[in-house]
């Protein structure tokens, strides 16, 4: 098992800057992949940036360039800097981690909200 807690979110204005972090414990040695996923009122869960244990960072088209992924491995947390916030970005962030390529585990989410 694995316990993921997210902090970072807020009200920001569009073009502004946000970083969510996302606290891990537990088996933390068996997480082969982590990523940030959000979801919008109304619409499915989508995925925004992954990275995955050899380093390997996958973004999103909507946020590549935009959003960075990047995970401290002394202090076991996960983070996003999210800069140049849209509108459209605004949704409940989700930190997700997988566990030995098997089991997916959430947090309980933070919401984002950008103004225009």
């Known amino acids: 098992q694995v316990q993921l807690v997210e902090s970072g979110g807020g009200l920001v204005q569009a073009g502004g800057s946000l970083r969510l972090s996302c606290a891990a414990s537990?088996?933390?040695?068996?997480?082969?992949?982590m990523g940030w996923y959000r979801q919008a009122p109304g619409k499915q869960r989508e995925r925004v940036a992954r990275i995955i244990s050899d380093g390997n960072r996958i973004y999103a088209g909507s946020v590549k360039g935009r959003f960075t992924i990047s995970r401290d491995n002394a202090e076991n947390t996960l983070y996003l800097q999210m800069n140049s916030l849209k509108p459209e970005d605004t949704a409940v962030y989700y930190c997700?981690?997988?566990?030995?390529?098997?089991?997916?585990?959430w947090g309980q989410g933070t919401q984002v909200t950008v103004s225009s």
């Open positions: 997700n981690a997988v566990l030995n390529w098997s089991s997916n585990w």
């Open positions: 537990g088996s933390i040695f068996s997480i082969t992949a």
